[in-house]
C-alpha cells in the first residue's frame, strides 16, 4: 500500500499559509489547513489522479487542485511525496 510522505518544504509551506491567514480569520486557517492535510488521502488509491507535469521527466511529478491551492507530488517507488503546495494567486 502507497505511503503518503511530507517533505519539509512541503510543511513549511503550510507553516507559511497558516500563518498568512491565520491573522485575518484563525477558523477560516484552520479549515484551509485540514482540507490541505487530508487531500493527499485520495492519492492512496488515486495516484495518478494528479496532471502529469512533464517538465520533471523522468521523475514522475504531478499536480492536484484543491480549491485554491496546488499540491505538487511525486510517484516514487511505492510512496507519494508531497512536494509543495501553494495558492494559486502566489507568483510561482
Known sequence: MREIRWTGKALSDLERLYAFLAP???????????TLISAPNI??????IG??????APR????LLISDY???YELRDSDIF??????TREQR
Open 24 to 34: 485575518k480569520n484563525e477558523q477560516a486557517a484552520k479549515r484551509v489547513l485540514k
Open 43 to 48: 492519492l492512496v488509491t488515486n495516484p495518478r
Open 51 to 56: 496532471e502529469q507535469l512533464f517538465q520533471f
Open 60 to 63: 514522475e511529478v504531478r499536480r
Open 70 to 72: 496546488e499540491m505538487r
Open 82 to 87: 508531497v512536494l509543495r503546495i501553494w495558492h
